[in-house]
T-cell receptor, first 114, second 115 residues
Framework: GENVEQHPSTLSVQEGDSAVIKCTYSDSASNYFPWYKQELGKRPQLIIDIRSNVGEKKDQRIAVTLNKTAKHFSLHITETQPEDSAVYFCAPRADTGTASKLTFGTGTRLQVTL | EAGVAQSPRYKIIEKRQSVAFWCNPISGHATLYWYQQILGQGPKLLIQFQNNGVVDDSQLPKDRFSAERLKGVDSTLKIQPAKLEDSAVYLC?????????????FGSGTRLTVV
């Protein structure tokens, strides 16, 4: 099955700084690469995603970059704000036969300090 | 559109008891997933349904966990008997289809505590 790892596991930045989280995966059939944000006690929320035919996607302060050859993709958050504090999960997905599922990474706890 | 509904929101049971969780996906969503999220970890897929058929239950502990999706709409997940290590949040998600062209929508989850 898919092996997914995230680095770092915790990240503390000052408000206004940038944050980068990297996700590595093992299944070369993965073709969809989302990032989820989970605040304490809440459900995971999709914040950005990218498909395998695109190298980069940006949405305001958030961007995702994909390197399919090296099997990793990264989340970039610029001008961080306190409300960005949460746990972030990558969850690559492969369409294999009848099953298609998100496999979640280990999570990165982001703390934005004032 | 209405979101994915789950109930109950919280449940506390003693070990060896049984428990059931319910999920109502978004109308028209053919694919339904149950994930288990242990504190401090990422969600782990337990079972995936396409309409009323199971397409992936490889990580479901079948000696104690069971799930069904009668009529391809609502789904229930049952644990019998529960163990302490089953304490987790159980998340239900649905998608229009199993294709990665369609994203997931998660429910609020059921927090299970086994004492």
């Amino acid at each position: 099955g898919e092996n997914v790892e995230q680095h770092p596991s915790t990240l503390s930045v000052q408000e206004g700084d940038s944050a980068v989280i990297k996700c590595t995966y093992s299944d070369s059939a993965s073709n969809y690469f989302p990032w989820y944000k989970q605040e304490l006690g809440k459900r995971p929320q999709l914040i950005i995603d990218i498909r395998s035919n695109v190298g980069e996607k940006k949405d305001q302060r958030i961007a995702v970059t994909l390197n399919k050859t090296a099997k990793h993709f990264s989340l970039h958050i610029t001008e961080t704000q306190p409300e960005d504090s949460a746990v972030y999960f990558c969850a690559p997905r492969a369409d294999t036969g009848t099953a298609s599922k998100l496999t979640f990474g280990t999570g990165t706890r982001l703390q934005v300090t004032l | 559109e209405a979101g994915v509904a789950q109930s109950p929101r919280y449940k506390i049971i003693e070990k060896r008891q049984s428990v059931a969780f319910w999920c109502n996906p978004i109308s028209g969503h053919a694919t339904l997933y149950w994930y288990q999220q242990i504190l401090g970890q990422g969600p782990k897929l337990l079972i995936q349904f396409q309409n009323n058929g199971v397409v992936d239950d490889s990580q479901l502990p079948k000696d104690r966990f069971s799930a069904e999706r009668l009529k391809g709409v609502d789904s229930t997940l049952k644990i019998q008997p529960a163990k302490l290590e089953d304490s987790a949040v159980y998340l239900c998600a649905s998608s229009r289809s199993k294709s990665s062209n369609y994203g997931y929508t998660f429910g609020s989850g059921t927090r299970l505590t086994v004492v």
